[in-house]
């Protein structure tokens, strides 16, 4: 009998990347990419939106790592397991933050299929990764 396929991760761009051009970038490496906008409204609290990409599986891409250190936040991360890969770095530009994932894309992809949730990894523009706790 075959084995069953997983199937392939969803990435959840939160709407601090702005959003097109990383969708971009990550469409065109192959990646399934689902834009916060296309979820949820502008505005929606993190703490559902961190709920719900857990419950889905997704892997959350953003730059905001005060989900680390908001309470609340940091709690839906925890318990529901989230897998998150922030830029730490402020002032990226669009056209920065697509080439930092779509050039992370493995990397991004091996953590994820390979350490068990809740984790977060800051990406660094050279494309090292950090475990955040």
Do not use: Y
Not at 11 to 18: E, K, M, T, V, Y
Not at 19 to 34: F, H, M, P, S
Not at 36 to 57: K, Q, Y
């Amino acid at each position: 009998m075959p084995r069953k396929r997983k199937p392939e991760p969803v990435f959840f761009l939160d709407a601090s990347l702005g959003g097109k051009l990383v969708a971009q970038a990550l469409r065109a490496a192959g990646a399934a990419v689902i834009l916060h906008n296309e979820v949820f409204v502008p505005g929606t609290p993190d703490i559902e939106w961190l709920a719900e990409a857990g419950r889905r599986g997704w892997i959350v891409l953003t730059k905001d790592e005060a989900i680390r250190r908001n309470p609340l936040e940091k709690q839906m991360f925890c318990e529901h397991r989230v897998r998150v890969f922030v830029l730490t770095r402020k002032n990226l530009r669009g056209e920065e933050m697509a080439r930092i994932f779509a050039t992370a894309l493995r990397g991004i992809l091996k953590r994820a299929r390979g350490i068990p949730p809740p984790f977060m990894f800051s990406i660094a523009s050279s494309g090292t990764f950090t475990r955040l706790e």
